[in-house]
């Protein structure tokens, strides 16, 4: 079965900061996506990461793929309150379209 | 908008009510999918269409009921849901692998 974890579950984080969220995930793929959702809102896209060693920045956030390690992380720079929300990473297998979901990572930044 | 609709956006309806959630994409992707998102669960995979063919069923239970007429709308058909059935109900909607999915709005689900 295939197994997507994303850790810490939760984060609170102060504005300025600096942290890492981790996507492991347990079976073979090379293409991971990260998502945002903001509190009764759908899922919006924010990073497709294709290949090992792929990393992909917009603005305070910078996510990276390593397909041997099979792990993903999506990395927060100087965090500020907008980046409140929860992330998602996803997994897609090399065969079909299918995507297995993460648990979520729900990022809160406080003054 | 994304270019994925969903209606409704809220839905309450009771243990012997029959109800149709809608999807709806203009985006030219042949693949469509529903999930469900629980509190404090991961988004669970329930049906897949490729090209209007139903290709995958995450052992969803019949009370759940999948219609794909053509590849740009998608419906799920419910009847004598459960209370713990209760969640926001996501369509989403894709063309190629490495291009990721497109989701709605969502529908959320309360049965009472």
């Known amino acids: 079965e295939l197994k997507v974890e994303q850790n810490p579950l939760f984060l609170s984080m102060q504005e300025g900061k600096n942290y890492t969220i981790y996507c492991n995930y347990s079976?073979?793929?090379?293409?991971l996506y990260w998502y945002r959702q903001d509190p009764g809102k759908s899922l919006e896209s924010l990073f497709v990461?294709?290949?090992?060693?792929a990393v992909k920045q917009e603005g305070r956030l910078m996510a990276s793929l390593d397909t041997k390690a099979r792990l993903s992380t999506l990395h927060i720079t100087a965090a500020v309150h907008d980046l409140s929300a929860t992330y998602f990473c996803?997994?897609?297998?090399?065969?079909?379209?299918?995507?297995?979901f993460g648990t979520g990572t729900s990022l809160t930044v406080i003054p | 908008e994304t270019g994925v609709t969903q209606t409704p956006r809220h839905l309450v309806m009771g243990m012997t009510n029959k109800k149709s959630l809608k999807c709806e994409q203009h985006?030219?992707?042949?693949?469509m999918y529903w999930y469900k998102q629980s509190a404090k669960k991961p988004l669970e995979l329930m049906f897949v269409y490729n090209f209007k063919e139903q290709t995958e069923n995450n052992s969803v239970p019949s009370r759940f009921s999948p219609e794909c007429p053509n590849s740009s709308h998608l419906f799920l058909h419910l009847h004598t849901l459960q209370p713990e059935d209760s969640a926001l109900y996501l369509c989403?909607?894709?063309?190629?692998?490495?291009?990721?999915?497109?989701f709605g709005s969502g529908t959320r689900l309360t049965v009472v």
């Open positions: 985006l030219g992707h042949n693949a």
């Open positions: 079976t073979t793929s090379d293409r």
């Open positions: 990461l294709l290949s090992n060693g």
């Open positions: 989403a909607s894709s063309q190629d692998r490495g291009r990721g999915y497109t």
């Open positions: 996803a997994v897609e297998l090399n065969t079909g379209n299918q995507f297995y």
